[in-house]
Nanobody, 125 residues
């Protein structure tokens, strides 16, 4: 089990950038695949991006591909989400999530066992 805490959310104008960070506690962070999900008001939680345990494999939702980049630093127990060219439709609470072992079913929230509390991202038009 890992405990996750997101930071870096905020308010930004359309076209701007934000970087979300997810700090993980626990000595086995490098054994967990990491994902980012988001949930807008009145909508279901949706997949944003995922990275394998080494970070060598990454996956993105079509809506963010080319604009967002997921990365991780296993030495620092950190996962990050760099968000560029933000759009108003990116407004949501962003959650980081951890899944022990291989990055299988990376797009499905139910496959992740540990979640942070979320960070608000608001993009104004």
């Amino acid at each position: 089990q890992v405990q996750l805490v997101e930071s870096g959310g905020g308010l930004v104008q359309a076209g701007g950038s934000l970087r979300l960070s997810c700090a993980a506690s626990g000595r086995t962070f490098s054994s967990y695949a990491m994902g980012w999900f988001r949930q807008a008001p009145g909508k279901e939680r949706e997949f944003v991006a995922a990275a394998s345990v080494s970070g060598g494999f990454t996956a993105y939702a079509d809506s963010v591909k080319g604009r967002f980049t997921i990365s991780r630093d296993n030495a620092k127990n950190m996962a990050n989400l760099q968000m560029n060219s933000l759009k108003p439709e990116d407004t949501a609470v962003y959650y980081c999530a951890a899944k022990y072992g291989a990055l299988v079913g990376w797009g499905t929230a139910d496959n992740y066992s540990d979640w942070g509390r979320g960070a608000q991202v608001t993009v104004s038009s």
